[in-house]
């Protein structure tokens, strides 16, 4: 990585990204493509298993001094397809922004049939390739899970900066509660999980409520923390949200 405020004198930081013990054998990154999205600094990692000559794709976020970090590594975010399929051996995104398009993201990616080095000059029918689609929910990026044994998180404390909380899960084989806890950690009156209505099928934006309550007013500007209870879901993301506008207040 180098950084520069004018474009002609550059700051080298070296290395910010390389592949390390949990990679398989023989892999390399061959690129990578950053975007911007909700605020976040995301990008997709190309990574070449040189063994299997096969590339698969990564998702990685710059971290609070703008060096990337990968999600879950070794959790493969786009893959490439079977033998048999069109893409069997090369999926990476194009170098754009995925596109939203009502509730879903797009992203348009070059798939491969052929192998990496599939060279005519050396007796190869070159790269056999096309264009494909993938769709992923809204802020469907990453996902918490829980069986059906259920399971529990709790976020750090957060600034209350909206009137309500949305979920993003899909809990369509279980349910999802929350609970919100005071600065010490105790569960606020009136907001615990005994109270909360659950959450039952797949939703993109599932307004929390406690006994029908759902308006935070009260609690602006505190610092509060959301305590959920998973049971058969997954949980994509929560958001503060704004009661008149619907927008985004964090």
Same mark, same amino acid.
Not at 17 to 23: Q, S
Not at 76 to 87: A, I
Not at 136 to 147: E, H, N, P
């Given at each position: 990585m180098a950084?520069?405020?004018?474009? +002609? /004198?550059?700051t080298d930081h070296g290395e910010v990204?390389? @592949?390390?013990?949990?990679?398989p054998p023989e892999t390399e990154f061959y690129g &990578?493509?950053?975007f911007r999205y909700l605020g976040w600094s995301l990008g997709f990692? #190309? &990574?070449?298993?040189?063994? #299997?000559? !096969?590339?698969?794709?990564?998702?990685? !976020?710059?971290?609070?001094?703008? !060096? @990337?970090?990968?999600? &879950?590594q070794g959790q493969?975010?786009?893959? /490439? %397809?079977?033998?048999?399929?069109?893409?069997a051996s090369w999926a990476f995104p194009g170098n754009c922004a995925p596109? !939203?398009?009502? +509730? #879903?993201?797009?992203? $348009?990616? /070059? %798939?491969?049939?052929t192998l990496h080095w599939s060279d005519p000059a050396t007796g190869g029918v070159g790269h056999i390739g096309a264009i494909g689609l993938a769709r992923?929910?809204?802020?469907?990026?990453? $996902?918490?899970?829980?069986?059906a044994d259920g399971g529990t998180l709790t976020t750090a404390p957060l600034q209350s900066q909206g009137c309500c909380i949305s979920v993003n899960a899909d809990a369509s084989e279980g349910e999802l509660r929350a609970e919100l806890l005071d600065e010490k950690g105790k569960v606020i009156? %009136? $907001?615990s999980l005994d109270n909360c209505y659950p959450l039952k099928t797949d939703a993109t934006y599932w307004k929390l409520n406690w006994a029908g309550k759902w308006d935070l007013q009260e609690m602006m500007g505190r610092k509060i923390s959301i305590r959920f209870q998973l049971t058969g879901t997954k949980l994509y993301a929560f958001r503060f949200r704004d009661k008149m506008s619907g927008t985004t207040c964090q």
């Open positions: 950084t520069s405020e004018d474009f +002609e /004198h550059w990204l390389t @592949p390390n013990g949990g990679d &990578m493509v950053g990692l #190309e &990574m070449f298993k040189i063994l #299997e000559r !096969r590339l698969d794709t990564q998702l990685v !976020r710059l971290d609070s001094n703008g !060096r @990337p970090k990968r999600f &879950m493969t975010f786009l893959d /490439h %397809g079977d033998w048999s399929d069109w893409d596109i !939203r398009v009502g +509730e #879903e993201l797009r992203i $348009y990616y /070059h %798939g491969r049939k992923i929910r809204k802020d469907g990026w990453v $996902y918490m899970q829980a069986g009156p %009136g $907001y």
